[in-house]
């Protein structure tokens, strides 16, 4: 059996355990406090059979929060990051099953017993996921890679891998122009190969070349790959075909997102109102100045829109109307502004754009016409990203950090719009749960970090453009 095939049944197999070994852990913390101070303060108490459904219950919700996080993954995940996504998902679990307590007691009982248990749980994580990831990486070093490239853009590639020096070593690097017969006879010399930006041809033989000899290929998808991912098989002929029908969501589905996003965001502003009065008191207080930060932004099909906002910004942060980016440190950004940018309350208004029709819950964020404008120098299919309605969170920003460059951005906006299901929008706004917790997402873009990589390539200078308002 190939090396690689033997390795990944083994991972698959340790990834089960840790699935069993975690549900298992918190559902029998929850059973405890269950057992110990909810049952017996419930009249009657509550039947046998019962407890064990309560338990069921528990572990399925927790399970499948975790799964959309994936948080099961070893190796994906550094130790501090595997412990905060646990953590964030026994406490979505354990408010909904606070609810049901509630339910069968017929009374808010204190939620007091299940807080504290998240100190056991938070400690029980740290130690089991430090166990289980200081073995994994002993059993799964680092893989030795091969960069093929074609040009300057694979540098911010292999400054991402070499930021997961505990998944990726890039060792050698060889550009398309050396020719397919002196880069395969190298590949064969290390565990995978990073395909980067190559030419169709090329990439097209390397990929059958490695297929042949089982060895591990990582490819940068094309727009082109990432509509054909979203297509369709037709089997009406012995030859196969793929169906890529390119208008997005089909009627019956955007019919449905719509009530979904109405129903939603009328419910969320009736539960976030006393933060939305809250928050608009503050910033009216800080200076007097206005509470609502309206711009105009692009929807589904190119529409413009006035999207709302709490006000962040100093007034006149941009009264030349020259947009400027929202640097880390910037000036411009109100001590309020920093905080309510940082819990992400500076979105909470957009739950009217929300009701109105403007935006969705989840879609590509929506941009500014100008700035749109610039990207399509550059990126001539970033207009793609009006196959769908824009939205609150998106794929982009869940599976992105705030600077992930515009064209990577519209990639991962791609993927969500030919993939689109009322499922993979509830993954996503379970993952924004985490996701705002997230500093890397919240933060401005650091200048010094920029300069330090040097980047003279066209696309790249582009990327560091975007505005946050």
């Known amino acids: 059996m190939n090396k690689h095939i033997h390795a990944t049944n083994v991972k698959r197999f340790i990834i089960f355990l840790n ?39 528990y572990a399925l919700i927790y399970f499948i929060i975790i799964e959309m996080y994936g948080g099961f993954r070893i190796g994906s995940q550094r130790i501090t990051d595997s412990v905060f996504t646990h953590m964030i998902a026994i406490i979505i679990t354990d408010c909904i099953s606070y609810l049901q307590i509630s339910l069968i007691a017929r009374e808010l009982l204190s939620p007091l017993p299940l807080f504290v248990s998240l100190f056991p ?10 166990y289980i990831h200081r073995n994994y990486a002993k059993l799964f070093p680092p893989k030795k890679m091969i960069l093929v490239y074609a040009n300057k853009s694979a540098r911010s590639l292999v ?9 990726f070593i890039i060792c050698a690097a060889i550009n398309i122009n050396e020719g397919f017969e002196r880069i395969s006879s190298l590949l064969p010399e290390y565990d995978a190969v990073v395909v980067c930006d190559t030419p169709n041809e090329i990439r097209n033989d390397i990929m059958k070349f490695c297929f042949r000899r089982k060895i591990l290929v990582y490819v940068t998808p094309k727009i082109s790959d990432i509509l054909i991912r979203g297509s369709e098989e037709l089997n009406i002929l012995d030859t196969p075909l793929l169906v890529s029908r390119n208008f997005g969501a089909k009627l019956e589905q955007r019919a449905i997102k719509r009530t979904f996003d109405f129903l939603l965001s009328a419910i969320a502003i009736v539960i976030f109102s006393p933060l939305l009065i809250g928050t608009a008191i503050a910033v009216k207080a800080y200076d007097g100045g206005p509470v609502i930060y309206k711009q105009k932004r692009l929807t589904y099909g190119g529409k413009e829109f006035y999207l709302y906002k709490f006000r962040s910004m100093i007034v006149g942060a941009e009264r030349d109307g020259v947009a400027r980016l929202a640097a880390e440190g910037d000036s411009r950004i109100t001590p309020i502004g920093k905080f309510i940018r940082k819990t992400r309350l500076d979105e909470l208004p957009q739950l009217i754009n929300i009701l109105k029709g403007e935006m ?13 404008e610039e990207y399509e120098q550059d990126i001539p299919e970033f207009s793609f990203r009006l196959n769908a309605k824009a939205g609150l969170t998106g794929y ?28 993979l929008d509830l993954k996503i706004m379970m993952m924004t749960v985490k996701t705002i917790f997230e500093k890397e997402s919240t933060e401005g873009i650091d200048e010094s970090s920029l300069n330090a990589m040097d980047l003279s390539y066209r696309e790249e200078e582009t990327e560091q453009k975007e505005l946050t308002v």
């Open 19 to 57: 699935a069993l070994f975690c549900t298992l852990l918190y559902t029998s913390i929850f059973a405890f406090v269950w057992e110990t101070f909810y049952n017996p303060n419930i009249g009657t108490g509550f039947f046998k059979n019962g407890n064990i459904i309560l338990y069921i219950i």
């Open 121 to 130: 749980a938070a400690a029980a994580a740290l130690l089991w996921f430090f």
């Open 159 to 167: 400054y991402k891998m070499s930021r997961r020096y505990d998944k």
């Open 360 to 372: 969705s819950i989840v879609g590509p964020r929506p941009e500014r016409p100008e700035i749109a």
């Open 396 to 423: 982009a920003q869940v599976m992105g950090k705030y600077n992930t460059t515009p064209y990577d951005k519209l990639k991962l906006d791609l993927i969500y719009i030919e993939n689109f299901s009322l499922l």
